[in-house]
């Protein structure tokens, strides 16, 4: 049975960088052929799509977040994470990691999600 | 438009049926799927596709798409599936976007 789990600092001041990350069970990352994303939620915004990653390392970002963003995948550990730069109380949110298994053409789904971690940004 | 709109709210009798909505250009194109979120709890896909459940999914949950607007069903509403309901395409305005909805609530009185 396949499983995410986030882990992250909770709490992170203004202007530093963000790191999260995804560990992945029961599966090893090199030998599946999903997309590993991480999605964000604030009552704002409601569910915000980061970013992804594949085995080999390919990324697909949010245009909004492209220049603050950085996700990386490391094969050895089975995870996956993400960097997001000079924080603000905007980025204040539940953080999920999610997997999105290739269907076809015109159907996509995440269809597992990490019980999620709460990021805040506060000095 | 990397837009998908849903009402806010929406509430239903127990054991009514009741549709959620969701409206985008990139339903055109791209078929949707449907999270429910409990209150303290990560999404959970019940619908993706052509009307495709996952395992574990109740048959009560169904959906259908129409030109831009796609649609989950709630046949028979239980008190357990108050929920938000939210969503998701992809984007079709040209860049690589994966996009949801904002989600609406749903009551179940």
């Known amino acids: 049975q396949v499983q995410l789990q986030e882990s992250g600092p909770g709490l992170v001041k203004p202007s530093v960088t963000l790191s999260l990350t995804c560990v992945v069970s029961?599966?090893?990352?090199?030998?599946?052929?999903?997309?590993w994303s991480w999605v964000r939620q604030t009552p704002e915004k409601g569910l915000e799509w980061i970013g992804e990653t594949f085995h080999d390392g390919r990324t697909n970002y949010n245009p909004s977040l492209k220049n603050r963003i950085t996700i990386s995948v490391d094969t050895s550990k089975n995870l996956f994470s993400l960097k997001v730069s000079d924080v603000t109380a905007a980025d204040t949110a539940i953080y999920y990691c999610?997997?999105?298994?290739?269907?076809?053409?015109?159907?996509?789904?995440?269809?597992?999600w990490g019980q999620g971690t709460t990021v805040i940004v506060s000095s | 438009s990397s837009e998908l709109i849903q009402d806010p709210a929406v509430s239903v009798a127990l054991k009514q049926t009741v549709r959620i909505t969701c409206q985008g250009d990139?339903?055109?194109?791209?078929?949707a799927s449907w999270y429910q979120q409990k209150p303290g709890q990560a999404p959970v896909l019940v619908l993706y596709g052509n009307n495709n459940r996952p395992s574990g999914i109740p048959d009560r949950f169904s959906g259908s798409n129409s030109g831009d607007t796609s649609s989950l069903t709630i046949t028979g509403a239980q008190a357990e599936d108050e929920a938000d309901y939210y969503c998701?395409?992809?984007?079709?305005?040209?860049?690589?976007?994966?996009?949801f909805g904002g989600g609406t609530k749903l009551t179940v009185l």
């Open positions: 999610a997997r999105l298994p290739p269907l076809a053409g015109t159907v996509e789904a995440f269809d597992l």
């Open positions: 029961g599966v090893p990352i090199s030998r599946t052929n999903w997309w």
């Open positions: 990139s339903l055109r194109m791209y078929y």
């Open positions: 998701h395409s992809r984007d079709s305005s040209g860049h690589f976007m994966r996009v």
